[in-house]
Nanobody, 125 residues
Framework: QVELVESGGGLVQPGGSLRLACAASGFTLDYYAIGWFRQAPGKGREGISCINNSDGSTYYADSVKGRFTISRDNPKNTVYLQMNSLKPEDTDVYYC??????????????????WGQGTQVTVSS
């Protein structure tokens, strides 16, 4: 069964850090680009980071650039999102998904799938 499972979310104070993990089962992440997205109820999905499989190049939304870092551990079949200097506006459900590459439409999630079930991140004092 092909599946992505996100973990690592939780409640953190403003300025704190979390590391999200996206673990794959049933297939190998080595051959895919991985994107991290977030979405709040009633709001559109926002692509926040993407990492290519071909050369490891990374992409970030302006809203998280300099604070978030995406990385991949191919032996563990897992992609991580290190989130530092968290802000209340980072509160969302975070999802990961695979694609062939971080193309022009990556921020809209075009050509991404399958999707994980999401992990809740809440930044609040």
């Amino acid at each position: 069964q092909v599946e992505l499972v996100e973990s690592g979310g939780g409640l953190v104070q403003p300025g704190g850090s979390l590391r999200l993990a996206c673990a794959a089962s049933g297939f190998t992440l080595d051959y895919y680009a991985i994107g991290w997205f977030r979405q709040a109820p009633g709001k559109g999905r926002e692509g926040i980071s993407c990492i290519n499989n071909s050369d490891g190049s990374t992409y970030y939304a302006d809203s998280v650039k300099g604070r978030f870092t995406i990385s991949r551990d191919n032996p563990k079949n897992t992609v991580y999102l290190q989130m530092n200097s968290l802000k209340p506006e980072d509160t969302d459900v975070y999802y990961c998904a695979t694609s062939g590459a971080c193309g022009l439409g990556w921020r809209e999630g075009i050509a991404f799938g399958p999707w994980g079930q999401g992990t809740q991140v809440t930044v609040s004092s």
